[in-house]
C-alpha cells in the first residue's frame, strides 16, 4: 500500500538572481551579472511541500547550466511520484536510475526531500544531518577580480560589517595576481584569513611563478590553482602555503584520491556539485574524520541554498569548519523573506522544521513543468 506521505505532485520553477555588487568577476574573463536559478517542489499526498533549489554559476564554470537542469528534471521528475522523502538513499537510487550523472539537477530534488520530510515530522535540517553543534558560524565573502585598489576597498567595506573571511578572486597574470593579493592583505588584520581563489585559472607554468611571488604573505592560503588534480599535486611540492581543492572534489573517491597524495589541508563542499545535502554530508563526515578544514558553500544561490547551506555548516564539528557562504546576502531577489540572514559576518541555522523557511511561490510565477 502507498504510504499517504509520498510524492504526488513535483513543480519545477525558474527565477533570476542578480548580483549584489553590479558584476561577479572570476579568472578566465568569467563575469557574472544574472543567473538562472531553479527551485523544485515537492508536494506530498498530505499535502506538505518541500523545496530546494540549484543555481549554476554560469555555463562555463563546472559541468552544468541552467537549461541543463530543467532537461535532467524532465527525466527526473515523472519517477519522483510514490517516492517516500523519508528514505533519501532509495531516492537517490532511483534518480540514478533515470539518468546517469547530472548530479547538480539531482541536487534540488534531495534537498527538496529532505525539507519535506523534515516539515512532516516536525525535524529541521539540522536535526536530519546529524545534529547542530554550532550555534553561530564564521561567513566568508568573494572578492570578485578586480584592480588590487579596488579589491582593497571592497575588502575594507566587508571588514566593516564584520566579515573577516575573504576569498579572493585571483587567476590573471602572476604578477598582476601577487599584487592583488598584497594590496588585500595589507587591508586586513590578524583576526582576517584570506584565500587566493584561482579557480583553476593557471595552468602549472603560471602557477609555479605565482607561488614564488605570494609565498611569504601572512594569512594567506591558496585555493584550486590548476584545473588538475595532477597539477595541483605537483604545485602542491613547490609552496609552503596552505592548499585549499575545490572543483577537483568531486565526490568521496576524489577526496580519498587527494588525501592520500596529501594534495590540501581543507576542501570547498559544493552541496549542488556533490548532489545534494545526502552525499554533501556524507563527504563532509568523511573530510571532518580525515582531520581536514571546510568551508560549506554551493555554487550560488539565493534563499533555499542559503538555507541549505546553513544546516549543513551548523551540524559540521566547530574544529573543522573555516567558513560558509550565505548567497543571499550576495544576491538581491529573495523568494524566502531574506532568510536566513547573516548577523556581523556570521550565520545560524533556522530552527523550523525542515529548512526553515517560508516560499512565497507568488514570486516565482508559474511552474515551468508539473509532474503527477
Known amino acids: 500500500m502507498e504510504r499517504a506521505d509520498t510524492v504526488a505532485e513535483v513543480r519545477v520553477y525558474g527565477y533570476d538572481l542578480s548580483y549584489a555588487h553590479g558584476t561577479y568577476v572570476m579568472s578566465k574573463g568569467r563575469e557574472i551579472t544574472v543567473l538562472r536559478s531553479v527551485v523544485v517542489a515537492l508536494t506530498a499526498r498530505s499535502g506538505a511541500t518541500g523545496y530546494g533549489e540549484v543555481c549554476p554559476l554560469g555555463s562555463t564554470y563546472l559541468p552544468g547550466f541552467a537549461g541543463g537542469i530543467f532537461a535532467a528534471l524532465a527525466e527526473l521528475g515523472p519517477a519522483l511520484i510514490g517516492q517516500d522523502p523519508g528514505r533519501p538513499g532509495a531516492v537517490g537510487a532511483t534518480m540514478d536510475e533515470c539518468l546517469a550523472g547530472h548530479a547538480y539537477a539531482k541536487s534540488a530534488i534531495d534537498i527538496a526531500a529532505l525539507d519535506l520530510f523534515g516539515r512532516q515530522n516536525g525535524l529541521s535540517c539540522s536535526a536530519l544531518l546529524g545534529g547542530k553543534r554550532l550555534e553561530d558560524f564564521p561567513l566568508y565573502v568573494a572578492v570578485p577580480l578586480n584592480t588590487p585598489a579596488a579589491m582593497a576597498d571592497f575588502v575594507g567595506e566587508a571588514r566593516a560589517e564584520g566579515i573577516h573571511r575573504f576569498q579572493l578572486k585571483i587567476g590573471g597574470t602572476p604578477e598582476q595576481d601577487a599584487a592583488r593579493a598584497a594590496a588585500v592583505v595589507a587591508a586586513t588584520g590578524p583576526e582576517d584569513v584570506i584565500v587566493a581563489d584561482a579557480n583553476g585559472g593557471w595552468r602549472l607554468q ?88 571546510l568551508t560549506i558553500e554551493d555554487t550560488w544561490g539565493g534563499d533555499l541554498t542559503t538555507a541549505a547551506v546553513s544546516h549543513l555548516a551548523a551540524t559540521t564539528a566547530p574544529e573543522a569548519l573555516y567558513a560558509a557562504s550565505f548567497m543571499n546576502d550576495w544576491t538581491l531577489e529573495h523568494i524566502a523573506g531574506y532568510r536566513p540572514r547573516s548577523v556581523a559576518g556570521t550565520g545560524r541555522a533556522p530552527v523550523e522544521a525542515g529548512l526553515g523557511v517560508a516560499v512565497d511561490e507568488a514570486l516565482l510565477g508559474e511552474p515551468v513543468a508539473r509532474y503527477r
Request: aromatic share 2%.
Open 206 to 293: 603560471d602557477a609555479t611563478v605565482a607561488v614564488r611571488l605570494l609565498d611569504g604573505l601572512e594569512r594567506l592560503r591558496l585555493e584550486q590553482p590548476c584545473p588538475t588534480i595532477e597539477e595541483c599535486l605537483i604545485l602542491r611540492q613547490r609552496t609552503s602555503l596552505p592548499f585549499v581543492l575545490d572543483e577537483v572534489i568531486t565526490d568521496v573517491a576524489a577526496l580519498i584520491r587527494c588525501y592520500e597524495a596529501g594534495a590540501m589541508d581543507a576542501i570547498n563542499v559544493k552541496i549542488s556539485r556533490l548532489g545534494g545535502l545526502t552525499r554533501a554530508r556524507q563527504l563532509r563526515d568523511l573530510a571532518q574524520e580525515l582531520g581536514l578544514r
